[in-house]
């Protein structure tokens, strides 16, 4: 009698909302367009999709201008939560149930999105977690693992390469509007970084480095939160900061940093293809 192997993580709790992850949508439309593009087979998984299939189907909407035949896989470790998924699958849609393995019938993806459930993990699972996932991807495919507030306005995340298992970049995307300090977004960064924001660890540092960047930007502000935004990052890019983006990302309320620049001590601070 063959079994199924039980799926690799545990259930956790459900919360999602409807747009919730255009941030990160609209940054892996724009970075995983040439895999897209090229792939012999467009197929992306939204990984955790949570109590309803809005985050699979939005994914789904906004990489259809990059590539209009993608095919999006909703996987949850919860049964119930696929079945109630369920009646939204069409032929550009499906779910079904899964852990970290992501299984797919022997299909390698384009991307897997994993948003808002590694937090509710321990910090130790999450290196083992992005290198299961990251193995399953197709050459040239990116796992986006990040987490983000309720309404979607404020969110971070990490991008690994396929078959490693550390990531290559950590960004934040943040509505600029009413941002006090970019220190405040610390309480949403990705579980790898969440419990290190202390000093002596290089995330804390570079919260610190955008925060007095952001208020040394403050005249800028009288031009719009978007230029004092953007003079706030290439100040920091100035200092010596390896910002990998540049103001076409900026200009929406991105940043996006080389893992080198956040590594936590103690981490490797390379990133390791197939271990
Ligand atoms: C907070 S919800 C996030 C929903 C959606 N991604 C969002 O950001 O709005 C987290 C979901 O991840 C699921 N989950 C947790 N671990 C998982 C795993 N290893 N594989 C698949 N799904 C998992 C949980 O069951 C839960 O439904």
């Known amino acids: 009698m063959s079994r199924v192997a039980r799926p690799q993580g545990t259930i956790t709790r459900g919360t999602t909302h409807p747009n919730r992850l255009r941030r990160v949508d609209r940054w892996v439309a724009h970075a995983a367009a040439p895999a897209l593009r090229d792939a012999p087979d467009p197929v992306v998984v939204d990984l955790g999709y949570g109590a309803a299939a809005w985050t699979p189907r939005d994914l789904r909407d906004r990489l259809r201008p990059v590539r209009a035949d993608v095919e999006v896989v909703g996987i949850e470790i919860d049964p119930v ?163 990998v983006d540049g103001p076409s990302r900026w200009r929406l309320g991105e940043v996006t940093v080389a893992w080198s620049a956040v590594t936590p001590a103690g981490h490797p601070a390379t990133r390791s293809p197939d271990r």
């Not at 079904?96 to 992501?102: A, I, L, S, T």
């Not at 590694?118 to 796992?143: I, S």
């Not at 955008?210 to 290439?234: E, K, N, T, Y």
């Open 81 to 243: 939560r696929v079945d109630a998924a369920a009646p939204y699958a069409d032929a550009t849609l499906s779910f079904r149930r899964g852990g970290f393995e992501v299984p797919l019938d022997g299909r390698s993806p384009v991307v897997v999105r994993a948003f808002n459930v590694l937090r509710q993990y321990d910090e130790h699972a999450v290196r083992d977690a992005w290198a299961t996932m990251a193995a399953r991807l197709a050459p040239g495919g990116l796992l986006v693992e990040g987490t983000c507030d309720e309404l979607g306005r404020h969110a971070w995340w990490v991008a690994v390469e396929a078959g490693h298992d550390a990531p290559r970049s950590l960004t934040l995307s943040t509505r600029l509007a009413g941002l006090r300090a970019p220190g405040d977004l610390a309480e949403r960064l990705p579980k790898a970084l969440i419990h290190r924001n202390v000093p002596g660890e290089p995330v804390h540092d570079y919260l610190r480095a955008l925060d007095r960047a952001w208020a040394a930007a403050a005249p800028h502000a009288s031009f719009g939160a978007r230029q004092r935004w953007i003079a706030a990052v290439r100040s920091v890019r100035e200092s010596g900061v390896p910002v």
